[in-house]
């Protein structure tokens, strides 16, 4: 069997996946204090390299590996960029491995649960634990805001977001969505490099935006409004409202949209954006939840004054990336 080199990439269609096993690596921590999955700083024991190690969740294990999983680990495998993640390998603990193949990673839509000769495999196989392997970043963005005293500077904030926007600009034009832009999936080394993470909930688009995704994706605070009102048909748009939202909260020093629930998260967006209409919107009342959550009266938007002590080219910006419209942005 193939086996990959210590350090090296272990992503050839021919070298098996997980050919290696975790005890390669040697935990050091759990990265997050466990309020995440299970995301460890382990050392590669003959590189010394230190790498990130993200176990894999096995939350309904009869059901074999998990399809998310599955996505990421695709997605992950065809993007290489300075500003996304590099995932290095994937490595296994005793028993975990019999059913990963790379046959199981290349078919676009057959489950988890088949092998290659399209058998179901049993779930059983799955015992022990798959992990990804990262290479290793110091921070988040949000562990890094959330430190006493923090308050980035608007060079470092121009910084990260040109990092930012050069990553998503480089998924978008290989037909990636993130669908879960947010602080902690935005890691960060000391030199200041900004890389996107945790692609758990991206997948591939096509461009005409036919397709019928789930508008079930991305974390409340930084989900734009034609999710909330129930597209399934969407694009790009969706995480360039998610950096709108980060941008405002890196000069504002806390989040600007911070709703509960789905309802009150619109009525936000309404009362900073502005409630949409045909004019503005067209076809917006022809979205599938627009009558659910309807406003109830016409609010005018406000970003300009919300914001008025953010420099002037940040707030044009700004007033883009907040775009109701999708297709205007
Ligand atoms: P999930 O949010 O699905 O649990 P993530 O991939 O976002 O998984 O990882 C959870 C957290 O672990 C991140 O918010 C980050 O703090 C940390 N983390 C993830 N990957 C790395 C990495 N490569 N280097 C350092 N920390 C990481
Ligand atoms: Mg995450």
Same mark, same amino acid.
């Not at 096995?58 to 998990?66: A, H, K, L, Q, S």
């Not at 789930?214 to 974390?219: G, H, Q």
């Given at each position: 069997m193939a086996v990959a080199a210590p350090?090296?990439? $272990?992503?050839?269609? !021919? @070298?098996?996946?997980?050919?290696?096993?975790?005890?390669?690596f040697e935990k050091l921590e759990q990265i997050g204090?466990? &309020? +995440?999955g299970q995301v460890y700083m382990a050392?590669?024991?003959?590189? $010394?390299e230190i790498v990130a190690l993200k176990k894999i969740r096995?939350? $309904?294990?009869?059901?074999? !590996? @998990?399809i998310t999983a599955i996505r990421e680990i695709k997605i992950l495998k065809k993007l290489h960029h300075q500003n996304v993640i590099q995932l290095k390998e994937i490595v296994t603990s005793p028993?975990?491995?019999?059913?990963?193949t790379p046959s199981s990673l290349n078919c676009? !839509?057959?489950? @988890?649960?088949?092998?290659?000769?399209g058998k179901p495999i049993?779930? $059983?196989? +799955?015992?022990g634990s798959i992990y990804m392997v990262f290479e290793y970043m110091d921070h988040d963005l949000t562990g890094l805001a959330d430190r006493p005293g923090m308050r980035f500077t608007v060079p470092q904030i121009k910084c990260y977001m040109k990092q930012l926007l050069t990553g998503l600009h480089y998924c978008h034009v290989n037909q990636?969505?993130?669908?879960d832009i947010k602080g902690s999936n935005l890691l960060i080394d000391n030199e200041g490099n900004l890389k996107l993470a945790d692609f758990g909930l991206a997948r591939s688009f096509s461009s005409d935006h036919n397709g019928n995704l789930?508008?079930?994706?991305?974390?409340l605070w930084y989900r734009p409004p034609e999710l909330l009102l129930g597209? &399934?048909? +969407?694009? @790009?748009a969706v995480d360039m409202w998610s950096v709108g939202c980060i941008f405002a909260e890196l000069l504002n020093g806390k989040p600007i949209l911070p709703g509960k629930n789905e309802p009150e998260q619109l009525t936000k967006i309404f009362e900073l954006c502005g409630t949409p209409d045909e004019l503005i919107w067209p076809g917006v009342t022809k979205m599938p939840w627009y009558n659910n959550f309807k406003p109830p009266r016409v609010l005018k938007r406000k970003v300009k004054d919300a914001f008025k002590h953010f420099d002037r080219h940040a707030l044009d910006l700004l007033e883009r990336m907040l775009t109701l419209d999708p297709s205007q942005v």
């Open positions: 350090g090296q990439l $272990n992503l050839d269609e !021919f @070298p098996s996946w997980g050919s290696r096993g975790v005890d390669c204090e466990g &309020t +995440y050392k590669e024991t003959e590189t $010394n096995m939350d $309904n294990e009869r059901e074999g !590996f @998990p028993g975990a491995c019999a059913g990963l676009e !839509f057959a489950g @988890p649960d088949r092998d290659e000769q049993d779930g $059983n196989k +799955y015992k990636v969505l993130h669908r789930t508008n079930r994706v991305i974390t597209s &399934t048909r +969407y694009g @790009p």
